[in-house]
């Protein structure tokens, strides 16, 4: 099994996947980092996304080993110690979520998008996110959030 | 000290407490526990949708390194016991029973049923194991069509049946059928079709079994709508003392009818853990949920229609055919004629009704309770009102109106028995016309068909018995809710629910309640779930928990804060009825000075100072029957773009007028409407379970099985009506269902009304392009 080492969250980690092994699964089961969550292995849910390198990427569909040397940020890298990032907390203000299993993908796509569209509208927040898969919410209270951070984000 | 003016939560959109877990990524899910000496499992599935086993050849795996064990259908059939699915033993299935094991033995019966299960160190080495099995089937002819299963030369599922019939053919009459009918100016006769699709929670089931030998005792960590009866099931067909079993569930992602009781995988995942003494994990994937977890719908309906000329729709004459597909677990689809028969006349003054029904039994996946499990009969009676009003040349909003019971006192009643009280539905038909316009959208609908644009435009109405109405007698509609309720040293305030909340935000709202009731800040309860030894018997499905679990906790609140009265009176020297509590303290009326913390009477009552003569056991158990329940309903209208070229339907506007009467949480009532509406506009314009004629499953990906997203479900504008209150305290009303409920007519009614300009007549509610493709060419060329 292959040596690799990356940084998750800002800490230097490493590790000997399987080659097979996806970087969810490396994530979640060798990391402890649970918060990445698997909705459909196949890429289309959304709801394993990472950042990784700067980018928006779905972790289900990358081997842990692809991962070797990069930086990689999940749902539990974005909030400071104990609290919410700004998007984690307009989306709280917005009640965007219900069961909560989308939300991590959700809030990494999110995150990214906005880091590279501060001034985004509705129409691209809605197309950015087309990617992501909720069944609770039918998205309305998802946008809200996104829309709300994004102005106090210009606000400040 | 001033005087305490306190907050009110209920009413107010309070945030979520379970969202700050939940948005870190500190949510706990099944999938998220991992237990030392935890094995995975991954089950064997049939490729075939009918098939004879003949023989399960498991020596490959076995010998596989890291694979610990390999049981077959025949082993766990030595270590389960026989009987039915624990749903369907609790609610009494309405047909004959089927006889069959926990995972195939000598049969298999749709695509994906489990033959065997592999037990590994991996999930990934569990998976390799599974390809190591080698299965010799024999193939039976399929029965995929209901119109199959109906034929009596048709293979039957179940050997002790006989034949494919689930539930047998009945009818009922109420009202005058034959004269009604025989009277009436016109008898309009339809076949209405509605497709299979699916619940598709973004978290699919699963489990974690740990068996403890030395204690000969179960815990079983699971994602479930009620702990209570998925212990029941893991019990019964394992043959443990309910009391050894412990099912504990952390969050839950999403359900929507799907996740009740223990389903087969979860048996045996269980039955796997004791045989090895080692914690056994088993989560589906998205091809599993997809294929195997259970599926809804998939029903027609033969209608006719008494009409008089003047657009009083008389009497309904409806013939339901259900496919309940291959195993009818938890009675479901056998149960569901029985509430489309009692909800057909919906708020309408229909005069009779004839509703025969047939379950049948087919090699597709079983079918599962689905958000609003009898929402058929919704889609048929708008659906049908529309048609005839086309036929009449009358507008959608004016039949409606013309045929909707008025509020009287006494209330009407509808055919099938249950009084109107309370409903709103003119009131929100009405707003929903101020809101849209209707005049307004006909002309830029006109002005749009100049220029070979197609809009249109579609309302629906429906009530839903959430709970329903108090029926004569000492019982409520929904039976009664109970909970345990208990201040704490620390001046907590713990409910302590049966219910399984798996997005509908019961932490929070429950303590809204609570909080308001008791007088102590939000904060300051505790909503306890999910834990089988700790919590009462409870359910969260069928829109039950606002009325029956919002009353429990308001009384349950009351409850507690008179003993606590009675306590603080003894401490504070004062008498009970002289105390108030609020902001978290109790002090004498008129007299703020004397405040003392909640959590200081909480501590006291802890400290075991007290002789037997105080009682200060700070802990209550409350029941709740619903109290005069009510009706939940509204009327919801749709503005579609057909674009006749490319088939695809835009929702452009979408207006829900709803009334649940009080709310408890603004935003979580609009939430549970949004998201209903968006099955319901994904279940009309993308998903569809799709199978083969050979019984092959085809939408086992989201490649396949389309799901709505950000693109495709619009801004949805509600309103509330909260008209009339019937209880003295409890007029929270469910509304987890009636988005779903109403969207797919809605969508369809506005559909049609589009494309109306070709003469197109609906009587399905699938329609994704290439069939609104083929319905313009069909009604272009005549046919």
């Given at each position: 099994m292959p040596d690799i080492t990356l940084r998750v969250n800002g800490a230097t980690c490493a590790g000997s996947p399987?080659?097979?092994?996806t970087l969810a699964d490396f994530l979640r089961e060798?990391?402890?980092?649970?918060?990445?969550?698997?909705?459909?292995?196949?890429?289309?849910?959304?709801?394993?996304t990472v950042i990784l390198d700067g980018r928006a990427v779905r972790s289900c569909l990358?081997?842990?080993?692809?991962?070797?040397?990069s930086e990689v940020t999940t749902i539990e890298g974005l909030a400071p110690d104990g609290g919410l990032g700004p998007l984690q907390q307009a989306m709280w203000d917005s009640h965007?979520?219900?069961?909560?299993?989308?939300t991590p993908g959700f809030v990494v796509q999110a995150t990214a998008f906005l880091s590279d569209h501060?001034?985004?509208g509705e129409q691209q927040i809605r197309e950015a996110l087309s990617g992501n898969i909720c069944?609770?919410?039918?998205?309305q209270s998802i946008i809200d959030g996104v829309l709300l951070a994004a102005e106090r984000n210009r606000e400040r | 000290m001033a005087e305490i003016v306190a907050e009110r939560y209920t009413g107010a959109s309070i945030?979520?407490?379970?969202d700050p877990r939940i948005l870190t990524g500190a949510g706990r899910y099944v999938d998220d526990i991992k237990l030392p000496g935890m094995l995975h499992a991954a089950f064997v599935r049939s490729p075939l949708a009918h098939g004879n086993v003949l023989s399960v050849d498991v020596s490959a795996a076995r010998a596989?390194?890291?694979?610990v064990a390999v049981l077959t259908g025949a082993d766990l059939e030595a270590m389960t016991v026989p009987g039915p699915d624990p749903l369907m033993a609790l609610f009494g299935a309405a047909g004959p029973t089927p006889e069959f094991t926990l995972l195939a033995t000598d049969k298999v019966?749709?695509?994906?049923?489990?033959v065997a299960v592999v037990i590994a160190e991996s999930r990934y080495l569990a998976e390799d194991g599974c390809e190591l099995v080698e299965v010799d089937y024999d193939d039976l002819p399929p029965v995929v069509t209901a119109a199959f299963a109906l034929d009596p030369s048709s293979p039957p599922l179940f050997a002790n049946l006989?034949?494919?019939?689930a539930r047998p053919h009945s009818r009922n009459e109420f009202g005058d059928v034959g004269s009604t009918f025989a009277n009436a100016d016109r008898v309009i006769d339809f076949h209405i079709d509605v497709h299979r699709h699916q619940n598709v929670p973004m978290e699919g089931r699963g489990c974690v079994a740990s068996w403890d030998a030395d204690l000969a005792a179960m815990t079983v960590y699971a994602a479930t709508q009620s702990v209570h009866i998925t212990r029941t099931g893991v019990a019964t067909r394992l043959g443990?003392?309910?009391?050894?079993v412990r099912v504990l569930a952390g969050d839950?992602?999403?359900?929507f009818g799907l996740k009740?009781?223990?389903?087969r995988e979860e048996l045996a995942v269980a039955a796997a853990s004791r045989h090895l003494g080692r914690p056994v994990k088993w989560v589906e994937d998205r091809g599993e949920n997809l294929m195997v977890s259970g599926q809804a719908r998939e029903e027609s309906f033969d209608v006719r229609a008494a009409v008089s000329?003047?657009?009083?729709?008389?009497g309904l004459d409806v013939a339901v055919v259900v496919d309940t597909g291959a195993y009818p677990g938890m009675g479901m689809g056998a149960m569901v004629p029985d509430i489309m028969q009692a909800m057909l006349p919906g708020p309408y003054k229909l005069a009779a009704l004839g509703f025969e029904s047939t379950a049948v039994i087919t090699n597709k996946a079983t079918y599962v309770a689905y958000?609003?499990?009898?929402a058929s009969e919704t889609f048929v009676r708008e659906r049908v009102l529309d048609l005839i009003a086309k036929d009449l040349g009358l507008d959608p909003v004016e039949i409606r109106l013309r045929n909707i019971a008025a509020r009287t006192d006494p209330p009407a009643s509808m055919i099938t028995g249950r009084p109107l009280v309370g409903v709103t539905t003119v009131e929100a038909l009405e707003r929903v016309a101020q809101l849209v316009d209707f005049p307004a959208f006909r002309r830029r609908q006109a002005q749009a068909r100049a220029q070979g644009r197609y809009l249109g435009v579609g309302v629906a109405t429906f009530i839903e018995a959430a709970p329903g109405p108090r029926p004569e007698g000492p019982d409520g509609a929904l039976g009664s809710e109970s909970m345990r309720l208990r201040l704490t040293e620390d001046g907590i305030v713990v409910l302590f629910t049966g219910q399984m909340p798996h997005g509908q935000s019961h932490q929070t709202t429950l303590a809204q309640i609570a909080a308001d009731e008791f007088g102590v800040?939000?904060?300051?309860v505790r909503v306890v779930v999910g834990d089988s030894d700790v919590v009462p018997f409870g359910l969260t499905g069928?829109?039950?928990?606002?009325?029956m679990t919002g009353g429990v906790a308001l009384h349950g609140a009351r409850d507690l804060k008179a003993k606590v009265l009675d306590f603080a009176a003894y401490l504070m020297e004062a008498r009970a009825q002289d105390l108030l509590i609020s902001d978290g303290n109790v002090w004498v009326r008129g007299d703020p000075a004397s405040a003392i913390a909640v959590s200081e009477v909480g501590r006291r009552a802890a400290?075991?100072?007290?002789?037997?003569?105080?009682?200060?056991?700070?802990e209550v158990e409350a029941t709740f029957d619903g109290g005069e329940g009510g009706w939940s309903g509204g009327t919801h209208c749709a503005i579609v773009e057909v674009d006749?070229?490319?088939?695809l339907v835009k929702v452009e506007r979408y207006v829900a007028v709803e009334d649940?009467?009080?709310?408890?949480n603004p935003a979580v009532v609009e939430g549970q409407i949004r998201g209903g509406i968006a099955q319901g506009i994904g279940a009309v314009l993308l998903e569809k379970s799709a199978y083969g004629?050979?019984?092959?499953?085809?939408?086992?990906t989201f490649m396949d099985y389309l799901m709505p997203t950000t693109c495709d479900i619009p801004r949805i504008e509600i309103e509330h009506l909260e008209t009339v209150p019937l209880d003295a305290d409890v007029n929270f009303r469910g509304v987890g269902e009636g988005g779903m409920i109403v969207a797919p007519p809605t969508v369809v009614n506005a559909i049609e009304d589009a494309l109306s300009p070709f003469g197109v007549r609906i009587y399905e509610q699938h329609l994704p392009p290439a069939r609104i493709l083929e319905l313009i060419a069909a009604a272009d060329s005549g046919q």
């Amino acid at each position: 099994m292959p040596d690799i080492t990356l940084r998750v969250n800002g800490a230097t980690c490493a590790g000997s996947p399987e080659a097979r092994k996806t970087l969810a699964d490396f994530l979640r089961e060798d990391l402890d980092l649970t918060g990445t969550h698997l909705g459909c292995e196949h890429g289309v849910c959304g709801a394993c996304t990472v950042i990784l390198d700067g980018r928006a990427v779905r972790s289900c569909l990358m081997l842990a080993v692809q991962a070797a040397g990069s930086e990689v940020t999940t749902i539990e890298g974005l909030a400071p110690d104990g609290g919410l990032g700004p998007l984690q907390q307009a989306m709280w203000d917005s009640h965007s979520f219900q069961c909560g299993f989308c939300t991590p993908g959700f809030v990494v796509q999110a995150t990214a998008f906005l880091s590279d569209h501060p001034d985004a509208g509705e129409q691209q927040i809605r197309e950015a996110l087309s990617g992501n898969i909720c069944r609770c919410t039918g998205y309305q209270s998802i946008i809200d959030g996104v829309l709300l951070a994004a102005e106090r984000n210009r606000e400040r | 000290m001033a005087e305490i003016v306190a907050e009110r939560y209920t009413g107010a959109s309070i945030k979520r407490s379970e969202d700050p877990r939940i948005l870190t990524g500190a949510g706990r899910y099944v999938d998220d526990i991992k237990l030392p000496g935890m094995l995975h499992a991954a089950f064997v599935r049939s490729p075939l949708a009918h098939g004879n086993v003949l023989s399960v050849d498991v020596s490959a795996a076995r010998a596989l390194p890291g694979v610990v064990a390999v049981l077959t259908g025949a082993d766990l059939e030595a270590m389960t016991v026989p009987g039915p699915d624990p749903l369907m033993a609790l609610f009494g299935a309405a047909g004959p029973t089927p006889e069959f094991t926990l995972l195939a033995t000598d049969k298999v019966r749709l695509m994906g049923d489990p033959v065997a299960v592999v037990i590994a160190e991996s999930r990934y080495l569990a998976e390799d194991g599974c390809e190591l099995v080698e299965v010799d089937y024999d193939d039976l002819p399929p029965v995929v069509t209901a119109a199959f299963a109906l034929d009596p030369s048709s293979p039957p599922l179940f050997a002790n049946l006989g034949d494919n019939i689930a539930r047998p053919h009945s009818r009922n009459e109420f009202g005058d059928v034959g004269s009604t009918f025989a009277n009436a100016d016109r008898v309009i006769d339809f076949h209405i079709d509605v497709h299979r699709h699916q619940n598709v929670p973004m978290e699919g089931r699963g489990c974690v079994a740990s068996w403890d030998a030395d204690l000969a005792a179960m815990t079983v960590y699971a994602a479930t709508q009620s702990v209570h009866i998925t212990r029941t099931g893991v019990a019964t067909r394992l043959g443990i003392e309910p009391d050894k079993v412990r099912v504990l569930a952390g969050d839950i992602g999403g359900s929507f009818g799907l996740k009740i009781g223990a389903s087969r995988e979860e048996l045996a995942v269980a039955a796997a853990s004791r045989h090895l003494g080692r914690p056994v994990k088993w989560v589906e994937d998205r091809g599993e949920n997809l294929m195997v977890s259970g599926q809804a719908r998939e029903e027609s309906f033969d209608v006719r229609a008494a009409v008089s000329n003047d657009g009083d729709l008389a009497g309904l004459d409806v013939a339901v055919v259900v496919d309940t597909g291959a195993y009818p677990g938890m009675g479901m689809g056998a149960m569901v004629p029985d509430i489309m028969q009692a909800m057909l006349p919906g708020p309408y003054k229909l005069a009779a009704l004839g509703f025969e029904s047939t379950a049948v039994i087919t090699n597709k996946a079983t079918y599962v309770a689905y958000r609003g499990p009898w929402a058929s009969e919704t889609f048929v009676r708008e659906r049908v009102l529309d048609l005839i009003a086309k036929d009449l040349g009358l507008d959608p909003v004016e039949i409606r109106l013309r045929n909707i019971a008025a509020r009287t006192d006494p209330p009407a009643s509808m055919i099938t028995g249950r009084p109107l009280v309370g409903v709103t539905t003119v009131e929100a038909l009405e707003r929903v016309a101020q809101l849209v316009d209707f005049p307004a959208f006909r002309r830029r609908q006109a002005q749009a068909r100049a220029q070979g644009r197609y809009l249109g435009v579609g309302v629906a109405t429906f009530i839903e018995a959430a709970p329903g109405p108090r029926p004569e007698g000492p019982d409520g509609a929904l039976g009664s809710e109970s909970m345990r309720l208990r201040l704490t040293e620390d001046g907590i305030v713990v409910l302590f629910t049966g219910q399984m909340p798996h997005g509908q935000s019961h932490q929070t709202t429950l303590a809204q309640i609570a909080a308001d009731e008791f007088g102590v800040p939000f904060e300051q309860v505790r909503v306890v779930v999910g834990d089988s030894d700790v919590v009462p018997f409870g359910l969260t499905g069928g829109s039950r928990s606002a009325t029956m679990t919002g009353g429990v906790a308001l009384h349950g609140a009351r409850d507690l804060k008179a003993k606590v009265l009675d306590f603080a009176a003894y401490l504070m020297e004062a008498r009970a009825q002289d105390l108030l509590i609020s902001d978290g303290n109790v002090w004498v009326r008129g007299d703020p000075a004397s405040a003392i913390a909640v959590s200081e009477v909480g501590r006291r009552a802890a400290s075991g100072q007290f002789g037997a003569d105080v009682d200060a056991a700070l802990e209550v158990e409350a029941t709740f029957d619903g109290g005069e329940g009510g009706w939940s309903g509204g009327t919801h209208c749709a503005i579609v773009e057909v674009d006749a070229e490319t088939g695809l339907v835009k929702v452009e506007r979408y207006v829900a007028v709803e009334d649940c009467g009080a709310l408890i949480n603004p935003a979580v009532v609009e939430g549970q409407i949004r998201g209903g509406i968006a099955q319901g506009i994904g279940a009309v314009l993308l998903e569809k379970s799709a199978y083969g004629e050979d019984g092959s499953f085809q939408s086992a990906t989201f490649m396949d099985y389309l799901m709505p997203t950000t693109c495709d479900i619009p801004r949805i504008e509600i309103e509330h009506l909260e008209t009339v209150p019937l209880d003295a305290d409890v007029n929270f009303r469910g509304v987890g269902e009636g988005g779903m409920i109403v969207a797919p007519p809605t969508v369809v009614n506005a559909i049609e009304d589009a494309l109306s300009p070709f003469g197109v007549r609906i009587y399905e509610q699938h329609l994704p392009p290439a069939r609104i493709l083929e319905l313009i060419a069909a009604a272009d060329s005549g046919q």
